[in-house]
Protein backbone atom coordinates (compact mmCIF):
# COMPACT_ATOMS: atom_id res chain seq x y z
CA UNK A 1 0.00 0.00 0.00
CA UNK A 2 1.31 3.60 -0.28
CA UNK A 3 0.02 6.70 1.73
CA UNK A 4 -2.49 8.88 -0.42
CA UNK A 5 -3.02 11.42 1.95
CA UNK A 6 -3.84 12.98 5.62
CA UNK A 7 -6.85 14.34 6.00
CA UNK A 8 -7.51 17.26 8.46
CA UNK A 9 -11.14 18.61 9.45
CA UNK A 10 -10.23 22.33 10.31
CA UNK A 11 -11.70 25.20 10.73
CA UNK A 12 -10.51 27.64 8.06
CA UNK A 13 -9.22 25.05 4.71
CA UNK A 14 -9.53 27.89 2.97
CA UNK A 15 -6.92 30.39 4.71
CA UNK A 16 -4.78 27.16 5.58
CA UNK A 17 -4.57 25.84 2.16
CA UNK A 18 -3.25 29.20 0.77
CA UNK A 19 -1.07 29.25 4.00
CA UNK A 20 0.94 26.03 2.94
CA UNK A 21 0.76 26.52 -0.59
CA UNK A 22 2.59 30.30 -0.30
CA UNK A 23 5.52 29.30 2.89
CA UNK A 24 5.62 25.25 2.97
CA UNK A 25 5.77 24.78 -1.32
CA UNK A 26 2.65 22.51 -1.19
CA UNK A 27 0.54 21.99 -4.46
CA UNK A 28 -2.82 22.24 -4.55
CA UNK A 29 -3.94 19.11 -6.93
CA UNK A 30 -7.77 19.53 -6.24
CA UNK A 31 -10.30 21.81 -4.56
CA UNK A 32 -13.58 22.25 -3.76
CA UNK A 33 -14.33 26.04 -3.52
CA UNK A 34 -18.31 25.03 -1.70
CA UNK A 35 -18.77 23.49 1.87
CA UNK A 36 -16.67 21.55 2.92
CA UNK A 37 -13.97 23.06 1.13
CA UNK A 38 -11.60 20.05 0.50
CA UNK A 39 -7.98 21.26 -0.58
CA UNK A 40 -5.79 18.48 -1.28
CA UNK A 41 -2.30 19.58 -1.36
CA UNK A 42 0.68 17.95 -2.70
CA UNK A 43 4.54 18.01 -1.22
CA UNK A 44 7.29 19.23 -4.38
CA UNK A 45 7.65 15.45 -5.14
CA UNK A 46 4.00 14.87 -5.67
CA UNK A 47 4.10 11.88 -3.41
CA UNK A 48 1.93 12.47 -0.82
CA UNK A 49 -0.76 14.52 0.11
CA UNK A 50 -2.34 16.58 2.91
CA UNK A 51 -6.29 17.18 2.37
CA UNK A 52 -7.75 19.92 4.35
CA UNK A 53 -11.65 20.61 4.57
CA UNK A 54 -14.47 21.87 7.04
CA UNK A 55 -16.77 19.97 8.02
CA UNK A 56 -19.21 21.41 10.16
CA UNK A 57 -20.95 18.44 11.25
CA UNK A 58 -17.97 16.57 11.89
CA UNK A 59 -15.80 17.43 14.97
CA UNK A 60 -12.79 19.44 14.83
CA UNK A 61 -9.32 18.48 16.39
CA UNK A 62 -8.24 21.45 19.58
CA UNK A 63 -4.74 21.39 17.07
CA UNK A 64 -3.31 24.40 19.57
CA UNK A 65 -3.75 22.04 22.42
CA UNK A 66 -2.63 19.22 21.11
CA UNK A 67 0.79 18.53 22.34
CA UNK A 68 3.35 17.76 19.11
CA UNK A 69 4.44 14.87 20.87
CA UNK A 70 0.57 13.27 19.57
CA UNK A 71 0.49 14.71 15.85
CA UNK A 72 2.63 17.12 13.63
CA UNK A 73 3.58 17.37 10.07
CA UNK A 74 7.31 17.22 9.32
CA UNK A 75 8.81 19.03 6.82
CA UNK A 76 12.50 18.79 5.19
CA UNK A 77 14.32 21.60 5.45
CA UNK A 78 17.73 22.33 3.72
CA UNK A 79 18.10 25.38 6.58
CA UNK A 80 16.05 24.69 9.88
CA UNK A 81 17.02 28.06 10.93
CA UNK A 82 16.25 30.17 8.20
CA UNK A 83 13.19 28.21 7.42
CA UNK A 84 12.26 28.88 11.09
CA UNK A 85 12.69 32.55 10.66
CA UNK A 86 10.86 32.77 7.28
CA UNK A 87 7.70 31.21 8.55
CA UNK A 88 7.68 32.96 12.33
CA UNK A 89 7.57 36.01 9.81
CA UNK A 90 4.67 34.44 8.19
CA UNK A 91 2.77 34.03 11.29
CA UNK A 92 3.79 30.65 12.71
CA UNK A 93 4.85 30.31 16.12
CA UNK A 94 8.02 28.57 17.78
CA UNK A 95 7.42 25.86 19.97
CA UNK A 96 11.18 24.46 20.35
CA UNK A 97 14.62 24.79 18.81
CA UNK A 98 16.18 25.00 16.20
CA UNK A 99 18.81 22.32 17.97
CA UNK A 100 20.60 19.20 16.87
CA UNK A 101 19.89 15.92 18.28
CA UNK A 102 22.07 13.61 18.86
CA UNK A 103 22.09 11.80 15.98
CA UNK A 104 23.10 14.75 14.46
CA UNK A 105 19.58 15.41 12.95
CA UNK A 106 18.95 19.49 12.93
CA UNK A 107 14.89 20.25 14.22
CA UNK A 108 12.70 22.69 15.15
CA UNK A 109 8.83 22.72 15.88
CA UNK A 110 6.49 25.48 14.98
CA UNK A 111 2.98 26.04 15.28
CA UNK A 112 1.32 27.01 12.16
CA UNK A 113 -1.42 30.27 12.55
CA UNK A 114 -4.12 27.79 13.19
CA UNK A 115 -2.33 25.72 15.54
CA UNK A 116 -1.49 22.50 13.82
CA UNK A 117 2.31 21.66 14.55
CA UNK A 118 4.90 21.64 12.18
CA UNK A 119 8.08 20.08 12.39
CA UNK A 120 11.44 21.16 10.53
CA UNK A 121 13.62 18.57 10.05
CA UNK A 122 17.35 18.33 8.07
CA UNK A 123 18.29 14.38 8.55
CA UNK A 124 21.76 13.63 9.05
CA UNK A 125 21.33 10.90 7.23
CA UNK A 126 18.01 10.89 4.62
CA UNK A 127 15.77 8.84 5.42
CA UNK A 128 13.95 8.97 2.06
Not at 98 to 103: Q, V
Not at 106 to 116: E, F, I, N, Q, T
Request: with cysteine; aromatic share 6%; charged share 20%.
Amino acid sequence: MKLEHLALNVVDPLAMARWYVDHLGLTVKRRYLEAPWGHFLADDGGAVMLELYGNDKAPLLNLPQTAPSALHLAFVSRDVAADVERLTKAGATLVSGPETAANGDGLAMLRDPWGLCLQLVKRAQTMI
